[in-house]
C-alpha cells in the first residue's frame, strides 16, 4: 500500500468516528427542535474521551512498558467522561 492511499484511509478512519459520534450524540435534534448545537458538540467531546479512555486500556493490556501509566490514564479519561455524561443528564 503506498504512502498516500493509507494517509487517505487513515482520515477516513477519522472522518467516518466524527460522523458516527455525531450522529449518536443527537445531530438531527437540534435541526428538529430549532435549539443550538451545544449538545451535540459536547456529547461528541465526551464521546472521544471515552474512546482515549478506552485505547489508554488497551494500551495497557498489550504494553509490558508503561502499562501503569496507560492503566491509570485510561481509568481516569473514563472516569471524566462519565462524570460529564452524568452532568449532561441533570444526575449530578
Not at 484511509?9 to 443550538?36: K, M, R
Request: no cysteine; aromatic share 18%; charged share 10%.
Amino acid at each position: 500500500m503506498n504512502k498516500t492511499s493509507s494517509k487517505a484511509l487513515t482520515g477516513f478512519q477519522y472522518v467516518y468516528l466524527v460522523v458516527f459520534f455525531a450522529l449518536l450524540a443527537g445531530f438531527f435534534h437540534p435541526l428538529i427542535t430549532g435549539t443550538s448545537f451545544d449538545g451535540v458538540v459536547i456529547g461528541v467531546l465526551v464521546l472521544f474521551l471515552g474512546l482515549a479512555g478506552g485505547v489508554l486500556l488497551y494500551r495497557a493490556a498489550t504494553s509490558e512498558k508503561n502499562q501503569g501509566k496507560f492503566l491509570g490514564g485510561g481509568f481516569a479519561l473514563l472516569a471524566i467522561s462519565l462524570f460529564y455524561i452524568f452532568q449532561l443528564a441533570g444526575r449530578f
